[in-house]
């Protein structure tokens, strides 16, 4: 059973870097695709980015794109979420997924695993 399991969240100000870390146990397929998805209240969960676990392939949603950094460390197993320039509307919960099915997604329902979420608050 495959365990997610993030950390890193805060309250900060506009402007601000964060740095999200998700844990990952029991994973023993190297096809993965890990993600970050985010979610404000009354809104859908959004895709953040993903990364490739076998060769580090990086997607990233517009919104985001040139703020923040998706990495991964294989010897840790554990993804990482770098969040620069921080703004009031990238406030939600944010969750870390994986899918066991190579190639890239963006669609929640094709992730099989979720962590429990990890809130970031930017205030302006």
């Known amino acids: 059973q495959v365990q997610l399991v993030e950390s890193g969240g805060g309250l900060v100000q506009a402007g601000a870097s964060l740095r999200l870390s998700c844990a990952i146990s029991?994973?023993?397929?190297?096809?993965?695709?890990m993600a970050w998805f985010r979610q404000a209240p009354g809104n859908e969960r959004d895709f953040v980015a993903s990364?490739?676990?076998?060769?580090?392939?990086?997607h990233y949603s517009n919104s985001v794109k040139g703020r923040f950094t998706i990495s991964k460390d294989n010897a840790k197993s554990t993804v990482y979420l770098q969040m620069n320039t921080l703004k009031p509307e990238d406030t939600a919960r944010y969750y870390c997924?994986?899918?066991?099915?190579?190639?890239?997604?963006?669609?929640?329902?094709?992730?099989?695993?979720w962590g429990q979420g990890t809130q970031v608050t930017v205030s302006s």
């Open positions: 997924a994986l899918t066991i099915a190579p190639g890239i997604t963006t669609i929640p329902e094709e992730y099989e695993y």
């Open positions: 029991g994973r023993t397929s190297s096809s993965n695709e």
């Open positions: 990364i490739a676990w076998s060769d580090g392939f990086t």
